[in-house]
């Protein structure tokens, strides 16, 4: 194991999910203008935008995408900062082949990460990106010429196109007319220039923090209830009526009850399947396999199915895409609305659970009242990205199901019961295993986390 | 294979092939060993119009700032106005984004110093022993450098150049000018500067777009154009620029192009003429035409290794009055130690003005002279063969060994033969009072040479 302890730290990580890295020291301009001339080649001749999120360097990173990109001949716009919902609807409402998100997402500051989209606007399928890394680890790249290297050109409008996207899709003068002050922490991220001027425009107050794109993050950008202390504070003392907390990059969003509680990442989707379902968008929801059963109930509820799939933005979107989904999203709180995009959409997300409090004029609490009582642990185990698999795979062999319904190996391996599941599979981002569990009572879900959190660390 | 041929990684910097071997790659790992050599600080860009210029400085910027760099785009203009930036900017370093007079897919980078002077030969090649071993220093998120945009390199240089002259002097003469700039990183600010200085200016390949419509190089058979212009225009004067704005030939009023020669001897009178002090700095393969002025003037003339830096050092050291190349690179040491197109117009149409007098007038006032420049295929591995045989066999005639072999003849005759900086070749240039004889001495060492192995 020691031996191995070097290896593990090595901050990088080249999967179907991008490239993400530690800037510094695995994250380098050769590095990044490698993979985005495998890009162009893969995706062009044509058009690419590339967009980025607050991190600082994102300024480094942006470069060296233009030049590996215009050294392909792909023609580069240059969104600037924008949530990377904007620039998958700008893609897929475009003639772009492309587009590269500069964002690590909810990762923390020292990581930046690459992430692909297709000419559509949602990320490069598994398929598909293992292309990209065969033309990536090829290294033969398209050269263009001297004479076919289009100039980089700007859109900063992208940003503002979203926001109307998404106005077009919720009741504005319901939400106007209900009057909600709201507090918003944008962790300095990339919705920290659109979301506080974008919620006035619907009509709320608003009390803004962390709304400032120049500054560092005030704290890991994953709007978790352990970074939610300072907006919860704030909707005390503000007297609001919910708040919201914004990732890095705009794909997940937090919540927080007029009250003060954070009810945790899971209620997002939650309510906002609540919300699209309630008004009676047409299509089952899908989510991935770890996402809290409450899911399965509000489908229920309204008659609907729940379509599981692996963990990952993408298996998200493309599962959203055939089943005609009426919602998609993930318990992490990135939420896919498929009438806007098909992309995890944090201000999107925000707008409809607007739209859910306007329309039952009743408050925050209440609406999370209403969502089915689960208790969901996570866990993770650090583990060399040499061993991951086969770990898993020794502990499928000797699985104890005895309480178990159904097995899924879609994504790692998943065992259900009606009251109960645990899902134990490899993270895409990170050197590590995660155990999840959910249960009904709360010790039944530690136990289980207990148990298989030992299982796997005896295998290691 | 012709891109297996076409990178040249050397004390001069850097140079490519874009499409073949100028890639994002090679240039951000530039990129990093500079920020490396540098240990951060401020690095001010600037490049010349070529389309590849923009993709060239994204790899750079992105590779300076990973080095905790932070990148001052002064974005495209004359590669001397970006070593006054450097200077002005009090930065620490300095990148022109320019292949010069290489044809439109080269592109290359030129490495300067905190003094916007080029690096040296000694810390060129510390740069690239840095480039080697590849061991950048890399620095965290939180300590990245940041990008900033300068728009006034240009006005600040052009006024430097303006406030060095007499322009009363020019504008009364109000001289009609054909400006030629290749549409190179020139183009816009000499006419601007012309005009300024009261100059009636007619401006031909005026668009910096790199789409060269000519060598840019400003060799007599390259101005064709230029020539044909300043007859049908009866102008005074026809200057050609190259790309990147510091290499300067002129055109007579009667439409002859007299060799890019002279615009470093015309340069050095007037400088010679202005300042009490100092010697002339050429390098060894200069005409001897500036030996005439610096005879006229009762100067000291100091010769150098053949490149930029080599000239600028020795001007440094000495306290020169002026100085430059015969290729027609001029340095006025009152602006700024660097080659510079600008401040070249700026003295030539100065000392016009004041003496009243055409270009064929002052090109009278020199001997006849006339020079040949010739190159042959020349692996590095066989220069020192090929130079020792070119010894032996002036073996009793003067020589210079400084830089390679120059020999003196009667007469004041001259050839210098020497392995050049940027490419796989042996330049071999011969000056003599007729055509004929130079050629002659020009072709005797390249059949030493070719004998020699070459």
């Given at each position: 194991m020691s031996a191995l302890s070097g290896e593990m730290s090595r901050p990088l990580k080249i999967t179907i999910a991008g490239v993400r890295g530690v800037v510094g020291q695995t994250l380098t301009p050769d590095l990044l203008v490698n993979f985005s001339q495998a890009f162009g080649t893969y995706?062009?001749?044509?058009?690419?935008?590339?967009?980025?999120?607050?991190?600082?360097?994102?300024?480094?990173?942006a470069p060296c995408v233009f030049s590996g990109l215009t050294a392909t001949g792909c023609e580069v716009v240059d969104l600037g900062v924008c949530p990377t919902a904007a620039l998958q609807l700008a893609v897929g409402r475009s003639d772009a082949v492309g587009g590269v998100a500069i964002t690590a997402g909810h990762n923390p500051a020292q990581w930046n990460a690459l992430k692909f989209c297709r000419d559509d606007g949602i990320y490069l399928n598994a398929r598909q990106a293992e292309e990209l890394l065969n033309i990536y680890h090829q290294k033969e790249f398209t050269k263009a010429a001297w004479d076919k290297l289009p100039p980089v050109g700007t859109d900063r409008a992208a940003g503002e196109r979203h926001l109307e996207a998404i106005r077009a899709e919720v009741d504005v003068d319901a939400i106007g007319a209900a009057g909600l002050k709201?507090?918003?922490?944008?962790?300095?991220?990339?919705?920290?220039?659109?979301?506080?001027?974008?919620?006035?425009?619907?009509?709320?107050?608003?009390?803004?923090?962390?709304?400032?794109?120049?500054?560092?993050?005030?704290?890991?950008?994953?709007?978790?209830p352990s970074n939610l202390s300072q907006l919860r504070a704030l909707v005390a003392a503000a007297g609001a009526d919910a708040g919201f907390a914004h990732d890095a990059d705009g794909d997940r969003l937090g919540l927080v009850?007029?009250?003060?509680?954070?009810?945790?990442?899971e209620y997002t989707l939650c309510l906002a399947t609540e919300m699209v379902l309630g008004r009676g968008d047409k299509g089952p929801v899908v989510t991935n396999l770890s996402t809290t059963m409450a899911v399965d109930e509000i489908a229920r509820k309204h008659g609907r199915d729940v379509i599981r799939t692996g963990v990952g933005q993408v298996f998200i979107a493309e599962a959203a895409v055939n089943y005609e989904a009426a919602i998609a999203g993930e318990g992490s709180g990135g939420v896919v609305f498929p009438r806007i995009n098909y992309a995890h959409d944090s201000i999107a997300t925000l707008a409809h659970i607007l739209g859910l409090l306007a329309e039952r004029e009743v408050p925050m609490s209440a609406l999370v009242a209403e969502v089915p009582k689960y208790t969901i642990v996570k866990?993770?185990?650090?583990c060399p990205p040499q061993r991951a698999y086969s770990v898993l795979e020794d502990l499928r062999q000797d699985l104890e199901v005895s309480w178990a319904e159904e097995i899924n190996l879609d994504d790692g391996i998943k065992l259900s019961a009606s009251d109960r599941w645990v899902h134990i599979r490899v993270s895409m981002t990170e050197p590590k295993i995660r155990v999840i569990t959910e249960a009904r009572a709360q010790g039944l879900a530690m136990d289980l986390a207990d148990k298989y959190v030992r299982r796997v660390e005896r295998l290691l | 294979m012709a891109g297996m041929q076409s990178l040249k990684i050397g004390v001069s910097g850097v140079r490519g092939i874009v499409g073949q071997s100028l890639t994002p790659q090679l240039v951000v790992g530039f990129a990093e060993a500079f920020g490396t050599y540098l240990d951060g600080g401020l690095v001010v860009i600037g490049r010349d119009p070529r389309p590849s210029g923009e993709m060239v400085l994204n790899a750079l910027t992105g590779g300076l700032l990973s080095t905790g760099c932070?990148?001052?785009?002064?974005?495209?203009?004359?590669?001397?106005?970006?070593?006054?930036?450097?200077?002005?900017?009090?930065?620490?370093g300095g990148i022109a984004i320019t292949a010069s007079h290489h044809p439109a897919a080269w592109n290359a980078l030129k490495f300067c110093r905190e003094d916007g002077v080029f690096l040296n030969q000694y810390q060129a090649e510390e740069l690239l022993n840095?480039?080697?071993?590849?061991?950048?220093?890399?620095?965290?998120?939180?300590?990245?450098?940041?990008?900033?945009?300068?728009?006034?390199?240009?006005?600040?240089?052009?006024?430097?150049?303006?406030?060095?002259?007499d322009r009363e002097a020019i504008a009364a003469m109000a001289p009609k000018v054909v400006i030629d700039s290749v549409n190179g990183a020139g183009a816009d600010f000499a006419e601007g500067l012309l005009q300024k200085m009261g100059c009636e200016v007619i401006a031909i390949n005026d668009v910096p777009n790199g789409r060269f419509p000519r060598e840019p190089e400003p060799l007599p058979e390259n101005l064709g154009?230029?020539?044909?212009?300043?007859?049908?225009?009866g102008a005074d004067i026809g200057f050609a620029q190259d790309a990147d704005g510091d290499r300067l030939a002129i055109v007579s009023a009667e439409g002859e192009a007299i060799g890019e020669e002279f615009t470093l001897a015309f340069a050095a009178d007037a400088m010679a003429a202005r300042d009490a002090e100092g010697p002339l700095v050429t390098n060894l393969s200069t005409s001897r035409l500036i030996e005439e002025v610096a005879e006229r003037h009762g100067r000291t003339l100091l010769r150098t290794k053949v490149g930029e830096v080599n000239v600028v050092e020795r001007m440094i050291a000495t306290g020169a009055v002026g100085g430059g190349e015969g290729n027609g690179g001029v340095i006025d040491p009152k602006l700024h130690y660097c080659r510079d197109n600008l401040a070249a117009m700026a003295l030539i149409l100065q000392a016009m003005a004041q003496r009243d007098m055409t270009v064929e007038q002052w090109r009278r006032q020199f001997r006849t002279s006339a020079i040949v420049k010739d190159r042959l295929d020349c692996p590095a591995g066989k220069t020192q063969r090929v130079i020792l045989a070119l010894r032996r066999h002036y073996e009793g005639r003067e020589i210079d060994l400084t830089e390679g072999v120059k020999v003196f003849f009667d007469g004041g005759a001259w050839m210098h033969a020497r392995p050049s900086n940027t490419e796989p070749i042996l330049r071999v240039i011969a000056e003599a009072d007729d055509r004929?004889?130079?050629?002659?001495?020009?072709?005797?060492?390249?059949?030493?040479?070719?004998?020699a192995g070459c």
């Open positions: 995706a062009g001749p044509g058009r690419v935008l590339v967009s980025r999120d607050t991190r600082s360097s994102g300024r480094m990173v709201i507090a918003v922490d944008c962790a300095n991220g990339a919705c920290a220039s659109f979301t506080p001027d974008f919620l006035r425009s619907l009509g709320c107050e608003v009390v803004a923090i962390n709304d400032d794109p120049e500054l560092p993050f005030p704290h890991d950008p994953l709007p978790t009850t007029e009250s003060g509680e954070a009810p945790g990442d866990r993770e185990i650090a | 932070s990148v001052i785009d002064v974005g495209i203009c004359p590669t001397p106005t970006m070593q006054h930036a450097v200077v002005d900017l009090g930065a620490d840095v480039y080697h071993q590849g061991a950048f220093v890399l620095r965290p998120y939180d300590a990245l450098g940041r990008v900033g945009v300068d728009e006034g390199a240009v006005n600040r240089h052009l006024s430097k150049v303006l406030s060095s002259v154009q230029l020539c044909d212009a300043v007859r049908e225009h004929e004889t130079a050629r002659r001495l020009c072709d005797e060492a390249l059949q030493v040479a070719a004998e």
